[in-house]
């Protein structure tokens, strides 16, 4: 069984910086699509940027481009956010997703628990 552990959030100002790793455990990490993704009370998940097995290639919404970037270290099996320029209307609750044929869809087989990030203004 595959699990995911995030850590990293917090609070943070307006224009700071955050960095969620995600650790993952019980699975061939190396070959899975790997992804965050998050949530805010009342609305759906939404992707935030995946990464491919070989971090060859790599996938952002249009609301993070350029201020977030998503990485791997297959060695370690974890994934990374950086979080840069932080806005208010980051702040929710970031998931990790790993092993997906459809990376920016929430068609995914593992979820983590989550961790918050709370963007001040």
């Known amino acids: 069984q595959v699990q995911l552990v995030e850590s990293g959030g917090g609070l943070v100002q307006a224009g700071g910086s955050l960095r969620l790793s995600c650790a993952a455990s019980g699975g061939t990490f190396s070959s899975y699509v790997m992804a965050w993704f998050r949530q805010v009370p009342g609305k759906e998940r939404e992707f935030v940027a995946a990464?491919?097995?070989?971090?060859?290639?790599?996938y952002y919404a249009d609301s993070v481009k350029g201020r977030f970037t998503i990485s791997r270290d297959n060695a370690k099996n974890t994934v990374y956010l950086q979080l840069d320029n932080l806005k208010p209307e980051d702040t929710a609750v970031y998931y990790c997703a790993a092993n997906s044929r459809v990376p920016t869809t929430t068609a995914y087989d593992y979820w983590g628990q989550g961790t918050q990030v709370t963007v001040s203004s």
């Open positions: 990464i491919t097995w070989s971090g060859g290639r790599t």
